[in-house]
């Protein structure tokens, strides 16, 4: 039997953070339900299709909300959450490219290569370009279409690229992490470049900004020069709040008292996250899109721990099938929800909002079928039952082997070594190595990550590779009953099969050096030709095995001479 230890912090004063309650910009800017116009004269249809902000923003743990008790302060996204329709039933994936792929495409990873791990800087990889798009469709339907933040699902050619695949425009980044002011990303020791990218070139003149307030101040622009009265999908993928813990100095000032650094500076990159929303809010307001709008929020993974981040109570992390890794913080804000102000247990997953949003855009779905996703607007405007009862967290095969799983174990169905999770009604199943498997308290301990006094650790159980978890009673995954159930386990084993049955191959080259930014201008971006785009779309591998890079000595030198180049051209732009 499991054993637990749990020593430095009380439940109770946990689960009673408050969080400020202070005015929200400007009067009426989400107005109260009683006296919204829109409740009154609202049709049983939309009269026009409405306007979608979809924000999605990067690494917020579970607990990193006021209204799930946290002690950051989220007035904006507390105030959006209720009065509108709050997800608690939500899922997304344990890491970035796989949860922005399935939201993209409404397509399980297995049905599009993208099973294993993130798609890398010099990885000569991206999202397919046979799968239709969430904004193409959106296009289709008459919807004007723009991204601003982080993309993350390939750029080594330029059919990659956002504006390649159904944005109108895009500023943001093509990388998985950047600097907030300066916007560089090394991907290993020497291979730095610049990302941020206007349209499908490099932006160099907006380096110094902080990425948060310049993507609002972006959507704001955006909305300023279109017309409300024809619709727009404005995707706002928020860097914030992905590691390096960077916020300007104002927000972290409001947590001077916080004793944890991570955790204070962790705190302060949310809540300058909230006010953005709360300025892109005003601007729905302030240029007449909001009582026609859509607004959904998501997060893309659960919280890095060891940056700050909080998933508390679930187990788990961000990059594990645990509860802290793949429950997400959603929820929508419209004034066309029917039932307002209320807690949804609907199960929901990000690939539903691909068929939901292009459903609500009066689009075409005939013509992309085999969607993993459903139309859930339904569930959430009018609390109907979610067509969803179950979910496919992720098959990979090329995930570390569990030591201690086998066919055999896994009852002759299926091999419990393979990383797997599905969750079927009420049942959750994990084989493999789901990860890091702790249950971490808000780090609030001076001298984190080195506290591990203050969480509570699984004991023994290192020897398995299968678990069984009724997720409805036992939401923190604290009982594992498949030695108990071993029925439940053969009917998710067999789910897994089928699933495996429909799964492409994965989609992970080797990297190639030609991505070295020193190759293009200093700046991560799109380096392959189209005969080696084919080459290796075919499966070819002309990488580490083949064209290793040599080591030069003066490499790092000749690095340094074109950054220090490139920044003063850019100073004279």
């Keep these: 039997m499991a054993v637990y230890a749990l020593t430095?912090?009380?439940?109770?004063?946990?689960?009673?953070?408050?969080y400020l309650s202070w005015d929200w910009?400007?009067?009426s800017l989400v107005a109260d339900v009683a006296t919204d116009p829109m409740e009154k004269s609202l049709p049983p249809a939309f009269t026009r299709p409405p306007h979608i902000i979809f924000i999605l923003t990067d690494d917020q743990g579970y607990h990193d909300v006021g209204y799930h008790g946290?002690?950051?302060?989220?007035?904006?996204?507390?105030?959006?959450?209720?009065?509108?329709?709050?997800?608690?039933?939500?899922?997304?994936?344990?890491?970035?490219?796989?949860?922005?792929?399935?939201?993209?495409?409404?397509?399980?990873?297995?049905?599009?290569?993208?099973?294993?791990?993130?798609?890398?800087?010099?990885?000569?990889?991206?999202?397919?370009?046979?799968q239709v798009t969430l904004?193409?469709?959106?296009?289709?339907?008459?919807?004007?279409?723009?991204?601003?933040?982080?993309?993350?699902?390939?750029?080594?050619?330029?059919?990659?690229?956002?504006?390649?695949?159904?944005?109108?425009?895009?500023?943001?980044?093509?990388?998985?992490?950047?600097?907030?002011?300066?916007?560089?990303?090394?991907?290993?020791?020497?291979?730095?470049?610049?990302?941020?990218?206007?349209?499908?070139?490099?932006?160099?003149?907006?380096?110094?900004?902080?990425?948060t307030l310049l993507y609002a101040q972006r959507v704001s622009k955006i909305l300023a020069s279109h017309s409300p009265k024809e619709p727009i999908f404005i995707y706002v993928a928020f860097q914030a709040v992905h590691t390096p813990l960077q916020s300007p100095k104002e927000?972290?000032?409001?947590?001077?008292?916080?004793?944890?650094v991570a955790?204070?500076?962790?705190?302060a990159m949310v809540t300058c996250m909230d006010e953005a929303v709360k300025n892109i809010t005003?601007?729905?307001?302030?240029?007449?899109?909001?009582?026609?709008?859509?607004?959904?929020?998501s997060t893309d993974n659960g919280g890095q721990t060891f940056s700050g981040g909080s998933n508390w109570p679930l187990r788990g992390r961000k990059g594990t099938y645990w509860e802290g890794g793949v429950r997400g913080i959603g929820f929508v804000h419209s004034p066309l929800i029917k039932r307002k102000r209320r807690t949804s247990w609907a199960l929901v997953h990000i690939t539903d909002w691909y068929p939901t949003l292009v459903s609500l855009a009066r689009g075409n779905l005939s013509n992309v079928p085999g969607l993993d996703g459903y139309n859930v607007w339904p569930a959430i405007s009018?609390?109907?039952?979610?067509?969803?009862?179950?979910?496919?967290?992720?098959?990979?095969?090329?995930?570390?082997?569990?030591?201690?799983?086998?066919?055999?174990?896994?009852?002759?169905?299926?091999?419990?070594?393979?990383?797997?999770?599905?969750?079927?009604?009420?049942?959750?199943?994990?084989?493999?190595?789901?990860?890091?498997?702790?249950?971490?308290p808000p780090q609030t301990l001076t001298n984190f990550p080195g506290s591990w006094w203050n969480l509570e650790r699984l004991t023994d159980g290192l020897r398995k590779s299968m678990w069984l978890f009724n997720i409805t009673a036992d939401p923190y995954e604290r009982y594992d009953l498949s030695d108990q159930r071993p029925d439940v386990v053969r009917t998710l084993l067999m789910r897994l099969v089928h699933y495996n049955r429909t799964a492409i191959p994965v989609r992970y080259p080797a990297e190639n050096p030609r991505a070295h930014p020193d190759f293009n201008g200093g700046a991560w971006g799109p380096w392959a030709s189209e005969d080696d785009a084919e080459e290796w779309e075919g499966g070819g591998e002309p990488l580490k095995s083949r064209n290793k890079k040599k080591k030069c000595k003066i490499c790092k030198l000749r690095s340094f001479f074109r950054k220090l180049n490139t920044r003063l051209m850019s100073n004279r732009i």
């Design 282 to 297: 005003w601007a729905l307001k302030k240029y007449g899109y909001y009582d026609n709008s859509v607004i959904v929020f």
């Design 25 to 27: 910009m400007k009067p």
């Design 70 to 130: 946290s002690d950051i302060q989220t007035p904006t996204l507390d105030r959006l959450a209720a009065e509108g329709v709050k997800l608690e039933n939500y899922y997304i994936q344990p890491i970035c490219t796989p949860s922005r792929s399935q939201l993209i495409t409404g397509r399980y990873q297995i049905h599009t290569g993208l099973q294993h791990s993130i798609i890398r800087p010099r990885q000569p990889n991206c999202l397919p370009l046979d």
């Design 135 to 211: 904004p193409q469709k959106l296009q289709e339907a008459g919807y004007s279409t723009h991204m601003v933040g982080k993309w993350h699902l390939g750029f080594y050619k330029k059919e990659c690229l956002p504006t390649r695949r159904g944005f109108d425009t895009f500023l943001g980044s093509l990388t998985g992490n950047v600097d907030y002011y300066t916007y560089d990303n090394c991907d290993g020791p020497g291979v730095c470049g610049y990302d941020l990218h206007e349209g499908e070139d490099v932006a160099w003149d907006q380096s110094g900004k902080y990425s």
């Design 8 to 18: 430095g912090f009380s439940l109770v004063s946990l689960l009673s953070f408050g």
């Design 251 to 260: 927000y972290i000032y409001r947590y001077r008292s916080m004793g944890n």
């Design 263 to 267: 955790r204070r500076k962790y705190a």
């Design 382 to 440: 009018e609390g109907k039952e979610s067509p969803r009862t179950e979910i496919l967290h992720n098959i990979d095969p090329l995930y570390n082997h569990a030591k201690y799983g086998s066919l055999e174990d896994g009852f002759g169905i299926w091999n419990t070594a393979v990383q797997a999770s599905i969750r079927v009604g009420e049942w959750k199943l994990l084989t493999g190595d789901p990860g890091y498997s702790d249950w971490i």
